[in-house]
């Protein structure tokens, strides 16, 4: 039997308060909610969801599941901006990693323009609001070989 597909959505700092946090850039919908859709939506995939609002954690979690998983659907949030660790975590694990932004960074502050995990990412989409993570989900399984 086939095995099935295991993909984890990483979010990093702030992303829990979506829903709440600057609405009209990031919308109204909690990530909870978001994730039980998804979950419904892919019943044909082992979807697991991790939260953390510190960079530490997030390289934890990377180390633990980038060597086993089908892939990694992460938005490092501001980490995306500053962090060289994440940055070659995403470069030392196995898994593909997708990179994604519910907002279009591209079109928001300077500092926003630079991304350290990008290089090393399968992929990235920005600016699609939450459906963003569905997409990076299908690019991920369409990798597998
Ligand atoms: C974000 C964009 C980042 O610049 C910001 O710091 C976030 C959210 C996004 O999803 O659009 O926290 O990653």
């Known amino acids: ?3 099935r597909p295991v993909i984890w959505i990483l979010n990093g700092p702030n992303l829990n308060l979506l829903g709440i946090r600057e609405p009209e850039i ?15 939506r892919y019943p044909e995939i082992d979807l697991h969801y991790y939260h953390s609002n510190h960079e530490g ?9 980038g060597f086993s998983c089908t892939g990694i659907v992460f938005n490092p949030g501001a980490y995306t901006h500053t962090s060289i660790a994440l940055a ?18 591209s079109r928001r502050e ?24 569905d997409k990076a989900i299908r690019e991920l399984l369409s990798l597998r070989k």
Do not use: W
């Open 57 to 65: 954690d997030l390289l934890d979690k990377l180390h633990e599941i």
């Open 88 to 105: 070659d975590a995403v470069k030392a694990i196995e898994s593909p990693v997708f990179e994604v932004h519910i907002s279009d960074v």
């Open 110 to 133: 300077p500092f926003r323009q630079i991304s350290y995990l990008r290089p090393y990412c399968s992929g990235h989409i920005m600016g699609e609001g939450l459906a963003g993570y």
């Open 26 to 40: 990031y919308g109204n919908q909690s990530f909870d909610t978001y994730f039980r859709q998804l979950q419904s």
């Open 1 to 3: 039997m086939a095995k």
